[in-house]
């Protein structure tokens, strides 16, 4: 009776924990668009989006970035300045003559604009750079040879 109550209770055991074992969340890795919000633009009707009413556009940089579990390693898409809803991933692209209008009607800096923080340029290389050293210096390092010396008894 003994036996079969252990057998149950590890199989039970066993399940759940199988089940948690597959719920678990993949890490992501591979190529990823990424649009921030860089201006707040005025609230007029010529910033209105045409498919939804009553949801004004505001200015923001897309670029698409190589990331390994959210760290990002490096830059395939340079950044370009896009309209965008906030908390929204849908953006729509400008022309050259409507970005410089946006641009010289709010007094804007572009180069300012376009221009990427430190961790998303380097962080992730900096990161990737000091693993690989940990990993090279647990193979190749000093190895301290212990001078064993026989004792006679």
Sequence with gaps: ?????????????????????????????????????VSYLPDINEYLSKEESNTYLDLGRLH?????????????QEPKLVLTKPDSD????????????????????????????????YGGKIILFLVLCLILYGFFGKDKKKDVKPINL
Excluded: H
């Design 1 to 37: 009776m003994i036996y079969i109550k252990k057998f149950f209770l590890t199989t039970i055991i066993t399940f759940c924990s199988y089940n948690l074992a597959i719920a678990r969340p993949k890490i992501p890795i591979g190529k990823f668009d990424k649009i921030e919000i």
């Design 90 to 121: 849908r953006y729509y692209e400008l022309s050259n003559e409507q970005l410089e209008k946006i641009i010289n009607t709010n007094k804007l800096d572009k180069a300012q604009l376009l221009k990427l923080g430190f961790y998303t340029q």
């Design 64 to 76: 698409q970035e190589y990331s390994i579990a959210w760290i990002p390693v490096w830059i395939t």
